[in-house]
C-alpha cells in the first residue's frame, strides 16, 4: 500500500513538474514592463496590505462565531423546552443560553476594544 501511495505521489509530482514549466514561461497577466521570462503570480487575496487581510480575517471569524452563537442559542432553547420537567435538563439548557449569551458579550466587548484602540492610535 505504501509502495502504491507514493508511486501516485512521485507520478504526480512528475507530471507537475513536465507539464507546469511551459505555463510559466509565458508573461500574462503581468504589469507592463516586466521583464520576459518572470513567473507572476495572481493576487488571489483582493490586497496587498496586511491590516487590510487581517481585517477581512478577523469579519470572517466574528460571522463564524455569531452562528456558532445562533446555534448554541437554539440548541440551549431545545434542550430546556425538551426538558421534560427534569431539573437537570432545564440547568443545562439555561446554562448554555446563559453561556452563549456571556461568550457572544465577551467577543463584543473584545471586538469594541480592539476597534477603540486601533481608531485611537490613528
Not at 49 to 62: A, D, E, K, T
Not at 63 to 89: E, P, R, Y
Not at 101 to 110: C, E, T
Request: overall charge positive; proline content about 4%.
Amino acid at each position: 500500500m505504501k509502495k502504491l501511495i507514493s508511486s501516485i505521489f512521485l507520478l504526480s509530482l512528475l507530471l507537475g513538474v513536465i507539464f507546469a514549466n511551459p505555463a510559466l514561461a509565458f508573461n500574462e497577466g503581468c504589469p507592463a514592463g516586466t521583464p520576459e521570462g518572470t513567473t507572476c503570480l495572481p493576487n488571489y487575496l483582493g490586497t496587498d496590505s496586511p491590516q487590510v487581510l487581517i481585517g477581512r480575517i478577523i469579519n470572517s471569524i466574528m460571522g463564524i462565531v455569531g452562528s456558532i452563537a445562533l446555534l448554541m442559542f437554539i440548541f440551549g432553547g431545545l434542550t430546556w423546552m425538551t426538558s421534560g420537567g427534569s431539573a437537570d435538563k432545564v440547568k443545562k439548557g439555561r446554562d448554555i443560553l446563559m453561556w452563549s449569551a456571556i461568550g457572544l458579550a465577551v467577543l463584543f466587548m473584545s471586538y469594541g476594544l480592539v476597534y477603540f484602540v486601533i481608531k485611537t492610535i490613528k
